[in-house]
Every structure is written in C-alpha cells, then in structure tokens.
C-alpha cells in the first residue's frame, strides 16, 4: 500500500500492521504541519531521536515539504519509504519512522540502540601471539572490526535481509581486486534465495550454501576472529558475516584450513611446522589407534610386539567384554562426558571431568570392566582429535566408524575404509574448489601454506587452489 | 576440449600405482620359470611398455581426444565399439590375477581363520566407489597417494637391503631366451600397462617437456619393479619360487626369526593401500568403457565390471588355479596384442593419417 497525504491513515494503517505495544508513536509538529514518529521504543536510540530529529523540527516554522525536511534533520542515515509495508518493517528493524501530513514518503532514520556484548577473546581460538579480539553478535561492529584490519577502499560489503520473520541482515563481506567476482555473485544470489523463517545464526545459512546438502564433511569455513577472516579475504575468499552470530563464514574451505591455527603465522615457520606435524600425527592417531588396537587384538597380533602383547594380555584377563565392545564402550563413555561436560555449568563441569575421568576410569579399570590400555588409548584419542577442534565433530564420527570396520573386518577393512575415504574426499568439490586442495590435486607452490609452513617471503603469491582475480600478494 | 589430466598426475599413477601389484606373486612365479633371469623377463615386459607409451605420446601428442575418441573420428562407430569390446574384456580379465592373489594374500598373511566374505570383499565397495567417480578422480587419487607408495617402497627397500646377495643374480641370462621368453609371456597379465595411457594421450594438459617427464616416470616405475625383482631374488635365492607372497617375505629377515613384532608391516600397510586403487583401476577403465559401449550410466556400467569378479571370487574361488592357468598361459598373447601391438599400429596409422590430412589442408589452402 502506498504512503498517502493523509497522515491519519498512514498511522492506521502501520497501527493495523505492527499491533504491538512497543512500538511507539510520537505525534508532533513540523512548523505546521501535523506529523507522527513511530519507533520500537527498546531498540530505538531515543536521545539521538531527540537531538537529531525532534529538536530540529521543534524549531521549523511555517509550512514545510520534503527537501526543507531533508535539510534540517541531522541524522546521518535517512533513507525513504514509499510503501506502507516497508516502512512498518523498517520500525520492526529497529529504524525509526518519520510521517508528515501532506507528505507522500515517510521518512526512515537508522538509529538504533541495543545492549552488546563487549568484544573479547573467542573461547574457541585463543591464542598466545596475536590479535585476542573475537567477533560480537552485532553486525555492525563485526563490520567495524573488518574495516579497523582492511581500511582499504577496496574492501566491499554487500548486505542482504534473509527470514521472513526475523529479517536478518548479512554481509557479503569481500576485496573487489582480489576475490573471484563471479564467486561473490553465485553466493549473493544463494542467500536471497534462502526463503526461510529465520536465520539465527551463520550456521544456518551454511547449511544452504553447501553444496553437498549430507556430508559429513565441512563445506564451509568460519572463524570468529577478526584477523583470520582478513586473512582469508586477502587469500580470495569471500566472507559472510550474519547479525547475531559471532561467527563469520568463508567460502571456499579447504581442508588445510582447519590443521592451520591463528598462531602458526605469529609464531615462527618452524615452530608453526612443528605444531602442524604435530596435528595431522594427532589426527591420524586419534581416528586410527583405537580402530587399529581392536583389530590387532582381534585378528593380527603378530603386528603387536611381543613385550607390549604380555602387557595386553596381562591387563585384558578376566575382563568380560570382547575387544571391540570394551573399545566401543569406552568410547560411548568418553562421547557421554563430553557431551555432558560441554552442556553442563562450568563448575559442574569440573566436578563431571574429575568423577569421569578419574573416578569411573580408575574404578572401570580395578572392578575388571574395561582394561587400562583401552582406557588410555581413548583417552589418547580423545585428546588428540582436539588438537583441531573445528574437525572434532566430523573426525568422532569417523573414529566410530573405523572402530566398527576394525572390530569386524579387521587392519585390511581399515585399509579399504581409508580408501573409500580418500576417493570421496579427492572427488569432494565446494565451488569448483577441491576440498583436498593443495594436497590433492597437488598444488606446490601452495604447499608452503600446508603442514610445511613457509617463511612469509616465501609467500609472495596467493593460493593457487583458490580462484582470485590477482596472484601476487608480496612485491619482493 | 577440456583436459581432465596433468602431466604430473600422470607420472604419479605410473610411479605409485602401477609397480604395487607387481609384488605380490609375480616373482615368485617368474623365479620359478627364469629362476635368477626374472628380471630379464621382466625387463622385455618393462620395454614393450615403454616402447608402446612412447609411440603412443610421440604419434599422438598433438591429438586432442584419447584414443577411443580418436578411433571413433578417424575410422568411425563400428571399428570404435569393435575396439572399445576388445579393451573392456582387456581390462576386465586383466583384474582377476591381481585380485586373486591379493585376496590370497590378505586372507593367508593378514588373516589366516577369517573367512573371505568378510575379509577381502570389503575391498570391491572401494572399487565400485572409485568406478562412479568421474576421471580426474584417477588424477586426484594419483596426486594423493604418490607420497604414502614412495614411503612404501623407500621402507620396503631399505628393510630389505641388508639381507640381500645382489651377486645371487648372476650369471645374467643362463636360462637361456626360452625360458626368458616364456617368462615374459607369462607374467604379460600384470604389466601391458600401455594400455592405460590410451586413456591419457591427448587428455591431458599439455606443459614444457611432457613426453620427458612421463617417459622417465614409466622408466622409473619399471626400474622399481625390475629392483624388486632382484633384492627379492637377492634375499632368497634358489628358493625364492617358494616365496608366494614376494611383499611380505622380502623384509622379514630384517625384524625377527619369528612370527612376531612385525614392523615392517608398516610398509606394506602402505602399499597395500595404493593397491586397492591399482586394483580398482582396471575396473575403473573397463567401467568407463563397458559405459561408452552400451551407453548406459556410470552406475550400470560400474555394477557390470564389478559383479563378475566379485561373483566368480564368492562363489567359484575353487577354480582359480584353472583361471590362472587359463589366463598366464593362454590369454597373455591377448594381453601383448592389446597392451602393446594394436596401439602401437593404430598410433601409427593414426599419425600417417593424420600428416596427410594435414599436407592436403596445406595444399587446398
């Protein structure tokens, strides 16, 4: 419906859209024109509304029209409506709405005020070197954030309203010289087509942007800081960062991306090599070893050596469950206590480790129930899937997974399970962008951003495994 | 035309994916035929496929299909799916020996009570995974288990150096070239790996020194096997005929007299790994084919070069001596025909072809 003269009808007519008591109207009086201020009273940045909107028009005189008003209101983002319905939506946003009689446009000043979260260290990437600011739930100063790192007139954002209920602003985030522009238009077009109630958080608009909708592997990255978003942006990718979500979204993800941690870069090369040896070891440890131990117990002992099978027979005797459901069912342990230590309080939490680990493992291992090997190699297990923590959801699964095939078919399943899995993962695309990159297909020149971390020299060009418009990122 | 290959891609698959299948019972068969000439044997196997991918990047470099395609072009439908039949039954009678003897393999070394149902067919979900894959998947696997083969066959080697006689080869040729030759002609089922390249010649991206780089990789692959051969001889001599499984016994005098600790599985984990896709591949390219010859989709046609096999391994694995005596000895010519002699001719034929198209062009022109 259209905004008209009449201010009466206009008023009725968002009354009749936005029937809530929060939102406000504050009739008032532009020289002689009759007018109403309709805002979301706890949302609304009500002294800003005074000083910038109602202090000026207490001061018009005579009869006025849309150019004097636009001159005289001092608020730094005034947009227009024309439509009833954008305008009610606008105040359901948080904007305030200007409506003067004989005026058919109704004013729409982006001044809002609610309570944020002060920005601070994500819980889930700190780190010893570096930058410690994490993203916040408010878009506008994860934007801030972005443009504090990249004050380049280059850097772009789109932004877009996805939800029908919640009308949640997201931000194409972007480097027009660098990214693959064409990337930037596949995914704009993705997000507005995303028709759903609400987006609550970035993870749901990951879920769209998928292009494998049930794999279990991740298609696409985050991070919830603001440095290792700049960082990836620098690389090519293409960044989306959601209102009320603290976490960013890049595209495309490879795989390596998650064996790289924020501190590797601040740290030296070799020390970061280390570090990324060290994790894919880990990995490999954790998905393997319990799978591994269970089918060498169960059908090739002769790869255990001799004074390490005394010590499993030793600690194995009398123990009344079958290797694979003893490795099984600690495992299951091990998934309930952390589940239950995650969803508990913090202090509760303590209380839950210590009962689980030292209590019940202790106690588990003297009654007879499970043995102390298979204890500690869960435990190792454990442990080691948490030296990448973005993986440790998709990698559990996994390890449950050849736990099952070792149990039952034994080292040579576990073979044929590793397989399978890198012929999905080699043949895994996201945006035309191989997964396994630069591993496979191999990609030397990016294998100095691998496991081997190269010197910063070394790195004059962006990754080759990702689409961008511009290679070279360091003039020697 | 898009190219689904690298040069570099191409080079690992001969490199990692091909010598692994070679090292099960191949030299124990060829000892007991040649005895210390196996790897002369092996060598006019190695040479024949060297010559074959040699005539086949040099006549048909510049061609911008692979060879079936070409086929198809130059001497129309009828002779291309002719072929195209030839090559699917080429590849699929070229993945029993293999497979027989690693299934063998697993379920005496690995195993020893389980039974074959669930300890080695496990291995044909991997193969028909791979089969539904597109093309630059071979590439892609190629690239990522070049370097997990190469630890395999460093460790391998170096397990078993210590205790090899490399003297015990010697002297070179008193088998004499009948036995020489009855050597090759038997162990033609598990090399004729020219065959693979009429896959890759002209699919691939073209780079500086091409030809270079995939004729020394054919030529180190082959290296590797002839190596094999004689650290494998090296260790056991006269008796090596009796060693079945070549892989497996080479380094087991390095860790222990008995049957325990063996850690120089941890090589053979590795290279049994990169033998479920030099496994797979054979199928993979009888896949591909059986695909272009019934036109059916890649799920259909993956089921028809799997479920023979896997049929014939389930339930009629008492007659695989007969199927490898059927195969070793009577289709290896079928083995030499179409790994090397045909493709070798038709490159050339499609060269001489191709130059006079090109002087005729010139000519109009």
Not at chain 2, 164 to 176: C, E, K, Q
Not at chain 2, 237 to 245: H, K, T
């Given at each position: 419906m259209k905004i008209s003269c009449d201010l009466q009808k206009n008023v009725a007519a968002i009354k009749k859209i936005l029937d809530t008591d929060d939102v406000k109207y504050k009739e008032i009086k532009a020289g002689s024109n009759k007018g109403c201020l309709i805002f979301a009273s706890d949302i609304a940045d009500k002294e800003a509304l005074g000083s910038l909107i109602l202090r000026p028009l207490s001061a018009l005189k005579g009869k006025t029209d849309e150019k004097t008003l636009y001159k005289i209101l001092l608020s730094p983002e005034t947009d227009f409506a024309v439509n009833i319905e954008d305008a009610a939506k606008q105040i359901a946003d948080g904007h305030s709405a200007l409506f003067i009689d004989g005026i058919e446009k109704a004013f729409v000043f982006g001044l809002k005020k609610y309570d944020k979260r002060a920005i601070a260290e994500p819980p889930t990437s700190t780190v010893i070197k570096g930058p410690r600011e994490g993203f916040v739930e408010s878009l506008a100063v994860n934007v801030s954030l972005m443009r504090r790192k990249l004050a380049s007139p280059d850097l772009c954002f789109k932004y877009l309203t996805v939800g029908k209920f919640s009308a949640t602003q997201v931000a194409v985030c972007y480097i027009k010289t660098v990214a693959d522009t064409k990337l930037v238009e596949t995914l704009t077009e993705k997000i507005r087509s995303i028709n759903i109630d609400a987006i609550l958080d970035s993870s749901y608009i990951s879920k769209f942007l998928g292009e494998h909708k049930t794999s279990l592997f991740k298609q696409i990255g985050n991070t919830e800081k603001p440095d290792i978003l700049a960082a990836k942006i620098l690389e090519g990718r293409v960044a989306i960062i959601v209102d009320g979500s603290p976490i960013a979204l890049t595209v495309p993800y490879l795989l390596v991306e998650d064996l790289q941690s924020p501190s590797d870069y601040y740290n030296s090369s070799y020390s970061a090599t280390l570090a990324r040896l060290i994790r894919v070891f880990a990995i490999f440890l954790s998905l393997y070893l319990p799978a591994f131990y269970v089918s060498a117990q169960l059908f090739h002992l002769q790869f255990i050596p001799l004074s390490f099978l005394l010590t499993i027979v030793n600690s194995i005797k009398?123990?009344?469950?079958?290797p694979s459901f003893e490795m099984f069912f600690t495992l299951l342990i091990f998934e309930i206590l952390n589940e239950a230590s995650v969803r508990m309080p913090r202090y509760v939490g303590m209380v839950v480790s210590i009962v689980g680990g030292l209590v019940l493992g202790e106690t588990a291992v003297n009654a007879g129930i499970i043995s102390a090997p298979a204890l500690m190699i869960i435990a190792l297990s454990g442990i080691c899937l948490y030296t990448v923590p973005e993986l440790e959801q998709t990698f559990s699964l996994i390890r449950l997974l050849l736990l099952v095939i070792g149990g039952s078919f034994g080292a040579f399943g576990l073979i044929v399970a590793s397989a399978i899995l890198l012929t999905y993962l080699v043949s895994f695309e996201n945006y035309s962008t191989p997964l396994l990159a630069p591993f496979s297909p191999l990609v030397i020149k990016d294998l100095k951003d691998g496991v081997y971390k190269g010197f910063m020299i070394e790195q004059s060009i962006r990754p080759l495994s990702l689409k961008n418009a511009n290679k070279r990122r360091l003039d020697k | 035309m898009i190219k689904t290959f690298r040069t570099r891609q191409i080079c690992f698959f001969y490199i990692s994916l091909l010598p692994v299948v070679k090292f099960f019972t191949m030299p124990s068969v060829l000892a007991g035929i040649c005895g210390e000439d196996l790897w002369i044997s092996a060598l006019f196997n190695c040479l024949a496929d060297f010559l074959t991918i040699s005539v086949l990047y040099f006549c048909l470099r510049c061609e911008n299909a692979d060879f079936f395609t070409l086929i198809k072009e130059k001497f129309g439908t009828a002779l291309s799916k002719t072929v195209i039949a030839f090559y699917t039954a080429f590849f699929l009678l070229k993945t029993v020996i293999p497979l027989c003897e690693e299934k063998d393999y697993v379920e005496l070394t690995l195993y020893m009570t389980s039974p074959s149902v669930f300890t080695f067919m496990p291995v044909f979900s991997a193969i028909f995974f791979i089969c539904l894959k597109k093309s630059r998947v071979i590439g892609r696997i190629a690239d990522g288990v070049f370097f997990i083969a190469v630890a395999g066959y460093a460790f391998t080697f170096a397990l078993s150096l210590s205790d090899?006689?490399?003297?015990?080869?010697?002297?070179?040729?008193?088998?004499?070239l009948k036995s020489l030759s009855l050597g090759a002609y038997s162990s033609a089922t598990w090399f004729n790996d020219g065959a693979y390249f009429l896959f890759f010649v002209g699919n691939f991206v073209k780079s500086k020194k091409d030809g270079l780089k995939i004729l020394f990789s054919v030529a180190l692959s082959s290296l590797l096997v002839l190596f094999f051969l004689v650290v494998f001889y090296g260790t056991f001599?006269?008796?090596?005929?009796?060693?079945?499984?070549a892989l497996t016994e080479i380094s087991k005098y390095t860790t222990a007299i008995n049957n325990m600790e063996r850690f120089d599985y941890i090589p053979v984990f590795a290279l049994l790994f990169t033998s479920v896709f030099s496994l797979a591949l054979p199928f993979y390219f009888a896949c591909e084919l059986s695909a272009r010859l019934f036109n059916i989709k890649r799920f259909v046609a993956a089921v028809f070069a799997c479920a023979p096999t896997a049929i014939f391994l389930i339930f009629f694995d008492e007659y695989f001596s007969t199927a490898e005596n059927f195969i070793l000895n009577i289709a290896s010519g079928y083995f030499i025909f179409f790994g090397t002699v045909f493709p070798v001719v038709m490159a050339v034929i499609i060269k001489i072809r191709a130059d006079k198209e090109k002087k005729y062009a010139v000519c109009e022109n």
């Open positions: 009398g123990i009344p469950l079958s | 090899t006689d490399l003297s015990a080869i010697l002297p070179v040729g008193a088998h004499g001599n006269s008796i090596a005929f009796r060693q079945r499984f």
